[in-house]
């Protein structure tokens, strides 16, 4: 079983920084990939991020490339995606997530735990 916890949401104005963190209760973390996803209300879950258990493979999804960047440090159950240059369009519920079955790049739609997730607003 994994717990994780997200934190470091909340309101910020377009151009500014945020970062989130989301720590992991598993003695396993460093063994298996994570990565970020955002939903607003009434859309789908949108995959924004995922890294491999090592942190050596990290993959963004376009609309954020060059401006977020996902990592993680294994030595504190750790993972964190850092977000600059925000836009109003960034305003969502940031969720992070494990997909414990594979030490690469995570499988968006194999997700195996979930946390609750950090709100993000960004305003213009």
């Known amino acids: 079983q994994v717990q994780l916890v997200e934190s470091g949401g909340g309101l910020v104005q377009a151009g500014g920084s945020l970062r989130l963190s989301c720590a992991a209760s598993?003695?396993?973390?460093?063994?298996?990939?994570m990565g970020w996803f955002r939903q607003v209300p009434g859309k789908e879950r949108e995959f924004v991020a995922g890294?491999?258990?090592?942190?050596?493979?990290?993959h963004v999804t376009d609309s954020v490339k060059g401006r977020f960047t996902i990592s993680r440090d294994n030595s504190r159950n750790t993972l964190y995606l850092q977000m600059n240059s925000l836009k109003p369009e960034d305003t969502a519920v940031y969720y992070c997530?494990?997909?414990?079955?594979?030490?690469?790049?995570?499988?968006?739609?194999?997700?195996?735990?979930w946390g609750k997730g950090t709100l993000v607003t960004v305003s213009s």
């Open positions: 598993s003695r396993t973390y460093s063994t298996y990939a």
């Open positions: 997530a494990a997909d414990v079955s594979t030490r690469g790049l995570p499988d968006p739609y194999g997700m195996d735990y």
């Open positions: 890294i491999s258990w090592s942190g050596g493979s990290t």
